[in-house]
């Protein structure tokens, strides 16, 4: 239950995201459309994190706000019709960001659930590295893919693109549960 509770605070950080990859559509309104609901989606789901500071929440709020006023108001057709490769870069960037920093987006979530003498665990730190480490190449190689697509527009329908973009997400939340298990499974406190 505490798995499934985890899992559920994990994917509402990334609400806004997929919220934004489901409503954004083809069309520059559905574009227009998906940046306001993922705006509001950012506030809405993850206010208690942005008021603890949370380095994934503050960027996916900067990155919808900027949308909005680049895609809404200014109507910058070079953002909408890159929007797979901006939203994507930008999301593996803010990740590693992170991991660069030392701080990596993981480690914020398991430290809200964890007792306060286990958040400098050095295996713990590691773990979340780790992790955060995956989902930034997962999201690395979206962006790429997404750059492809914008090279070889014909190629492949959409409905590929946004199946591999959902499991890259899908992917990626899979290995973070069972990675978290794992080492759960592993952990054996000093005393």
């Not at 994917?11 to 705006?39: C, H, K, N, Q």
């Not at 996916?60 to 900027?66: A, R, Y």
Request: aromatic share 16%; net charge positive; hydrophobic share 55%.
């Amino acid at each position: 239950m505490k798995e499934l509770k985890e899992l559920v605070k994990f994917l509402l950080g990334f609400m806004p995201w997929l919220l934004f990859l489901f409503l954004s559509g083809s069309t520059l309104a559905s574009l227009e459309r998906s940046i306001i609901v993922s705006l509001l989606a950012s506030v809405i789901f993850n206010f208690g994190e942005l008021r603890k500071g949370f380095i994934l929440q503050w960027g996916t709020l900067l990155f919808f706000s900027v949308c909005a006023i680049a895609v809404n108001f200014s109507h910058s057709m070079f953002v909408a019709k890159n929007m797979g490769i901006i939203s994507n870069g930008f999301l593996a960037g803010v990740i590693w960001g992170t991991i660069f920093i030392g701080k990596p987006f993981t480690l914020q979530y398991a430290m809200a659930d964890l007792p306060k003498e286990r958040w400098c665990d050095p295996a713990l730190i590691q773990s979340c590295r780790f992790i955060a480490i995956i989902w930034a190449v997962l999201l690395t190689l979206s962006a790429l893919i997404a750059y492809f697509r914008v090279l070889n527009p014909t190629l492949c329908p959409d409905w590929v693109y946004f199946v591999i973009s959902m499991g890259v997400m899908l992917g990626g939340t899979i290995f973070t549960s069972l990675y978290k298990k794992y080492k759960r499974s592993q952990y054996r406190p000093t005393e």
